[in-house]
């Protein structure tokens, strides 16, 4: 199981944009699927985006198509998050995780390693 710690989070104003970042600890970052999480105030936790181990595929959810990025550096076990053009609608904790599920779009219970989160804001 990997340990992952996101940063980047913040306050910004719509069309804004902000990259999160999610480090990962241990030696096989490249066999997971990595993903991106958001839970909103009252809501369920609900997904972003999602990258396959060589980052040669990528998933979104119709939400966030075309204005986030997923990408992944497996140098630096790391995942990122690019998020232009943001919406007050945006405003949630950003959760990344990991899925060693890789020959499909993993379901949220097979994600079993998970970060603390990072709070993003997107004022009006």
């Known amino acids: 199981q990997v340990q992952l710690v996101e940063s980047g989070g913040g306050l910004v104003q719509a069309g804004g944009s902000l990259r999160l970042s999610c480090a990962a600890s241990g030696r096989t970052f490249s066999g997971y699927v990595m993903g991106w999480f958001r839970q909103a105030p009252g809501k369920e936790r609900e997904f972003v985006a999602a990258i396959t181990g060589s980052g040669g595929r990528t998933y979104y959810a119709d939400s966030v198509k075309g204005r986030f990025t997923i990408s992944r550096d497996n140098a630096k076990n790391t995942v990122y998050l690019q998020m232009n053009s943001l919406k007050p609608e945006d405003t949630a904790v950003y959760y990344c995780?990991?899925?060693?599920?890789?020959?499909?779009?993993?379901?949220?219970?097979?994600?079993?390693?998970w970060g603390q989160g990072t709070q993003v804001t997107v004022s009006s």
């Open positions: 995780a990991a899925s060693p599920i890789t020959w499909r779009l993993p379901a949220y219970n097979e994600y079993d390693g």
